[in-house]
């Protein structure tokens, strides 16, 4: 590269990270998206690239795995010399002290960086999050629900949200000192906040997002690159940088074309994948259950597996798109803990072989777990932005690029993200309403 780039990243999730890439590359910063920590050549293959990012898995993971394992990619991304880089988390913001902790990745950053405090950046208008007084507000549907009263996301089955101060929240998660701030709030100037090692900016319309990007490029980095949140973060600076950076601006997606037929695999549990999968099989979709319980099973899982595979390709053989899944929502979830990665390699594996044996160009993953492990077996080792979805933003469609060069075309489908009528949509390359 020639120029140091504008932010780097580590997303603790796949969706997450390409909800980032986005925001991002949809508003004129080209952005790349490893999937594992690339090699100085690999880098260079993307010499425009203006935002670097690496996506993880440490969502799903415990503390001692990110004691493992974040120091290291924290050292890569320092090492590009980036104005701003940015461990992303969930907009939703779920987390515990034993899986996932912000907190314990919040106090690795610090450490990376040799930073005494970090802003931190959740509320995204675009995505139907707020943050006010500190609290986290998300939509869902027709409502906005404050987070520990969210039909969904307050009964989560892996890390539902009991609180939604986040401050307090991130208090059972570290031992560093919090604080929320808004514009005109001088609690920063305060001795009883004066030591803060993390500031909650809040964003919950124009004017505070807007206010949000001034804080983080004059406060916070001074403070030094290291920064947490959701896409908040890339969407407050994007308010800052379309007057500041050259070439910021929303920019046009290339045409998509209409598949005859895509893959599917899904680990969700949300409701909300559950009313997709069942609207999309009134519209040339087969919903294909797979047994989580035998999936997980060392002894069952092949022929779990083979059967998934005789069943999707049966599907696509009649010209209909398969949608291999593991739930229906939460009645029918039965999570266990550490198997996030076992049953996302295995979806993975089915659709990577799915792919290939169909030559198909266009396929997607639905769950931000099974999407972070899921890929590993597509062979895919970056990521770029192939074409936004406007009315569900976080979910794009991507471009898929190994060393020959690009692949094919592949969805990451968070579970809480999109419409109804999201696989239809995805397949017929209807993404702008």
């Not at 077996?377 to 469609?397: K, N, Y």
């Amino acid at each position: 590269m020639s120029r140091s780039p504008l932010l780097t990243f580590y997303g603790d999730d796949f969706t997450g990270s390409t909800d980032v890439m986005e925001a991002l590359s949809s508003n004129g910063i080209e952005t790349v998206l490893f999937t594992r920590l690339p090699s100085p050549e690999r880098v260079a293959a993307f010499p425009g690239a203006r935002a670097i990012g690496l996506a993880g898995t440490s969502r799903s993971q415990s503390p001692e795995w990110m004691d493992a394992h974040l120091p290291t990619a924290f050292a890569w991304l320092a090492g590009l010399g980036a104005r701003f880089c940015h461990y992303k988390v969930c907009s939703t913001f779920d987390s515990a002290p034993h899986r996932g902790s912000i907190g314990r990745a919040m106090e690795l950053g610090l450490a990376a960086f040799n930073q005494k405090r970090t802003h931190l950046v959740v509320g995204a208008p675009q995505l139907r999050r707020y943050t006010f007084a500190g609290h986290l507000f998300a939509g869902f549907r027709e409502g906005i629900y404050r987070i520990d009263r969210h039909p969904v996301m307050s009964r989560h089955p892996a890390t539902p949200m009991h609180e939604s101060d986040l401050v307090v929240h991130l208090g059972a998660q570290t031992d560093l000192t919090g604080a929320a701030m808004a514009p005109g709030d001088t609690a920063l100037a305060r001795p009883a906040t004066d030591d803060a090692r993390f500031v909650l900016l809040d964003v919950h319309d124009p004017h505070t997002q807007a206010w949000a990007g001034e804080r983080l490029e004059t406060d916070a980095r001074a403070a030094g690159p290291f920064l947490v949140g959701s896409s908040g973060i890339e969407y407050a600076l994007l308010t800052r940088w379309r007057e500041s950076e050259e070439g910021v601006g929303p920019v046009p997606s290339r045409r998509l074309v209409s598949e005859d037929r895509i893959a599917v695999v899904s680990g969700s549990c949300s409701a909300t994948t559950a009313r997709q999968i069942q609207t999309a099989c009134t519209d040339g979709f087969d919903a294909i259950p797979v047994d989580y319980a035998r999936l997980l099973d060392d002894q069952t899982r092949e022929a779990v597996c083979e059967d998934a595979l005789a069943a999707a390709s049966a599907s696509l053989d009649n010209s209909r798109s398969p949608i291999v899944h593991t739930a229906m929502g939460t009645e029918t979830a039965k999570p266990q803990p550490g198997a996030d990665a076992q049953a996302g390699l295995a979806l993975g594996r089915i659709l990577a072989t799915l792919q290939e044996r169909h030559s198909l160009n266009r396929i997607a993953i639905a769950g931000g777990d099974t999407s972070s492990h899921g890929i590993e077996a597509l062979g895919l080792d970056a990521l770029t932005l192939r074409h936004p979805i406007p009315d569900t933003p976080g979910s794009p469609l991507c471009t898929g690029h190994d060393a020959s060069g690009e692949r094919f075309e592949i969805a990451l489908k968070g579970g809480q993200i999109g419409a109804d009528d999201y696989f239809p949509r995805l397949r017929d390359g209807r993404l702008d309403r």
